[in-house]
T-cell receptor
Framework: DTAVSQTPKYLVTQMGNDKSIKCEQNLGHDTMYWYKQDSKKFLKIMFSYNNKELIINETVPNRFSPKSPDKAHLNLHINSLELGDSAVYFC?????????????FGEGSWLTVV | KNEVEQSPQNLTAQEGEFITINCSYSVGISALHWLQQHPGGGIVSLFMLSSGKKKHGRLIATINIQEKHSSLHITASHPRDSAVYICAAQYSGGGADGLTFGKGTHLIIQP
């Protein structure tokens, strides 16, 4: 069974559209994250939720809105997509947010905005 | 600003060689992670360590807290080890920064 699963894996959409990427973890972890990997392959954290509560909100345009209906799910909704949003988005989870726990990554969602 | 520096950026070696990838970070980490990103893009967590040394198969990770430095070693390297290896620091002080990533080391092992 996949520990952290995210869908869709590939998404091609037009500028201006609104899209969502879903993430679910079946590890019983308290903390979930969204990371963005840009065209230079550099990873950067976007959001972190701990027990459904927002912990980290890096400098991300407010067109990006995370939603956590329960601690096993953290979805990423993006409004008014722009060309620069094209990237790979990784969901991840860990047991805690402030301790050194192993982080488990989803397989990534490749977003292409045209 | 918390930073993570990795070296080398690119490394090409012959099968069987001993590989070392280095990572330096700022003060006050609670843990350091080594990740592997395969050519297909998936990310796998290799190690999480806060002191000493860990070993898993042919992979060894070490950390020196005083020198703020960690290394990832691969013994008897194999072409299937070809991947991008990413060091990521988890800073203490409330974890407000989450993970800070190095830029990755692109490793190619030639048969």
């Amino acid at each position: 069974d996949t520990a952290v699963s995210q869908t869709p894996k590939y998404l091609v959409t037009q500028m201006g559209n609104d899209k969502s990427i879903k993430c679910e973890q079946n590890l019983g972890h308290d903390t979930m994250y969204w990371y963005k990997q840009d065209s230079k392959k550099f990873l950067k954290i976007m959001f972190s939720y701990n027990n459904k509560e927002l912990i980290i909100n890096e400098t991300v345009p407010n067109r990006f809105s995370p939603k956590s209906p329960d601690k096993a799910h953290l979805n990423l909704h993006i409004n008014s997509l722009e060309l620069g949003d094209s990237a790979v988005y990784f969901c991840a989870s860990s047991q805690d947010w402030d301790k050194g726990n192993t982080i488990y990554f989803g397989e990534g969602s490749w977003l292409t905005v045209v | 600003k918390n930073e993570v520096e990795q070296s080398p950026q690119n490394l090409t070696a012959q099968e069987g060689e001993f590989i070392t990838i280095n990572c330096s970070y700022s003060v006050g980490i609670s843990a350091l992670h080594w990740l592997q990103q395969h050519p297909g893009g998936g990310i796998v967590s290799l190690f999480m360590l806060s002191s000493g040394k860990k070993k898993h198969g042919r992979l060894i990770a070490t950390i020196n807290i005083q020198e703020k430095h960690s290394s990832l070693h691969i013994t008897a390297s194999h072409p299937r080890d070809s991947a991008v290896y990413i060091c990521a620091a988890q800073y203490s002080g409330g974890g407000a920064d989450g993970l800070t990533f190095g830029k990755g080391t692109h490793l190619i092992i030639q048969p």
